[in-house]
């Protein structure tokens, strides 16, 4: 079947972070939108009718899963990712930054130290210095126009660690770490038994030419391992707040868990639980036409940009719907950058420091949208640089 991705949808005035927040972020709203990460798509057809379903239903008292909820997910990863889970393992939380909150909070006390892999998305930081713990970090290493994880660096500094947060694919650099990358990451967090969080929120989103590894499926390594992840990004579902979270060892299962029962944090919505179990049960068609569809987004960002900008440099991503862009070359400042971006280019990207200082110089942007919004996007910005800087 095919999907009409090119489709313009209105999104201002629906309560949309990415175009009705415009004003409060960036000044003003006439901007081509591309900086929160979800996706300017309507949801896959069996999605909305099963949605739809729900509502001529019309009671929405409290929720409870049933099995098919939970054979969904676990027919989900094996079948895409080969990983044979069991539904015992499974917790419900309301998105993966909760849960990112509730493995900091449940496994590590304050000042413990946790290690972190920037340049990486802003909660990551913010969840271990919120709850008062100390943020280490192993900076990734850019070498050739990928980013690189640096290995003696890990090995240092993992030994301090009592919680380690991995981001696979990586948000914003677009890395998906290779089994063997991944292997040698969990190998010296057994050795020096630090728990993984490992946030896959973008698993679904990889490009052909590369293939995602769950650091849950190492089997050797799983009663170290916490994953998240959820169909927020690859179904566009981020405003349901549904989401999993897979914990083999029942020693960190109980910890994390317990505090997600205390806190009634499990209770979901009616319409996520439809939606993600929906989006698993009958995706894979709509998502596979969605990664042809991005694919082409990217090809096209990397020609422009090589073609008719040569002042900037793109990270070709492996998975993600985003583009980490280096603006260094034009040599302004952050604020600077924010400034001729939102003023002068009128696009709305993510600016780079927020994922750390080795963001600095860099912009994030957000390439899920119908190709016309991209093209007119990289028309403002070829303009605003032709005129400012040439
Ligand atoms: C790496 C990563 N983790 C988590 C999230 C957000 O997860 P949730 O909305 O389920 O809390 C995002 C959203 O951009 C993300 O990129």
Redesign the pocket.
């Known amino acids: 079947m095919q999907y009409d991705f090119d489709q313009i949808i209105d999104r201002r005035n629906s309560c949309c972070f990415k175009y009705d927040a415009l004003k409060m972020l960036y000044g003003r709203e006439d901007l081509v939108s591309l900086w929160?990460?979800d996706m300017d798509f309507a949801v896959a057809p069996g999605i909305q009718e099963a949605l739809q379903n729900r509502l001529d239903h019309g009671v929405f008292g409290y929720n409870y899963r049933l099995d098919d909820y939970y054979h969904a997910i676990l027919s989900w990863i094996q079948r895409r990712y080969g990983w044979q889970a069991e539904q015992d393992w499974i917790i419900d939380t309301p998105?993966?930054?909760?849960a990112?909150n509730l493995a900091v909070l449940t496994l590590t006390r304050p000042e413990d130290k946790i290690l972190i892999q920037p340049p990486v998305?802003r909660?990551f930081f913010n969840v271990i210095t919120d709850h008062k713990r100390s943020l280490i970090t192993n900076t990734l290493k850019l070498e050739n126009g990928v980013y690189q994880l640096d290995r003696e660096d890990f090995e240092r500094k993992i030994r301090q660690a009592s919680l380690f947060i991995l981001?696979n694919p990586h948000?914003p650099v677009g890395r998906v770490w290779q089994r063997e990358e991944l292997e040698f990451m969990a190998e010296l967090c057994k050795r020096y038994d630090v728990p993984i969080m490992s946030?896959e929120?973008?698993c679904d989103l990889v490009y052909p030419e590369h293939e995602f590894c769950s650091m849950g499926s190492l089997k050797e390594y799983q009663d170290l391992v916490i994953v998240s992840f959820?169909p927020?990004?690859s179904f566009n579902l981020?405003g349901l707040?549904a989401?999993v979270t897979i914990i083999p060892n029942p020693r960190l299962r109980k910890a994390v868990n317990d505090l997600n029962q205390y806190m009634h944090l499990f209770t979901g919505n009616a319409f996520g639980i439809e939606a993600l179990k929906t989006a698993y049960s009958i995706g894979d068609d709509w998502l596979d036409a969605l990664i042809a569809y991005l694919d082409g987004n990217r090809q096209y960002l990397a020609e422009y940009i090589a073609a008719e900008l040569p002042e900037l440099s793109m990270i070709y991503p492996e998975g993600t719907f985003l583009a980490w862009i280096n603006f260094a070359k034009l040599g302004m400042d952050d604020n600077a950058l924010f400034d001729f971006l939102t003023n002068k280019a009128r696009v709305a990207l993510d600016p780079g420091r927020k994922y750390g200082v080795d963001g600095s110089g860099f912009s994030r942007l957000n390439f899920a949208c119908p190709r016309s919004i991209l093209e007119e996007a990289m028309d403002r910005l070829h303009k605003a640089i032709k005129e400012n800087f040439r």
């Open positions: 929160v990460a998105g993966v930054v909760p990112l998305y909660p981001c948000n946030d929120i973008h959820s927020a990004k981020a707040g989401s």
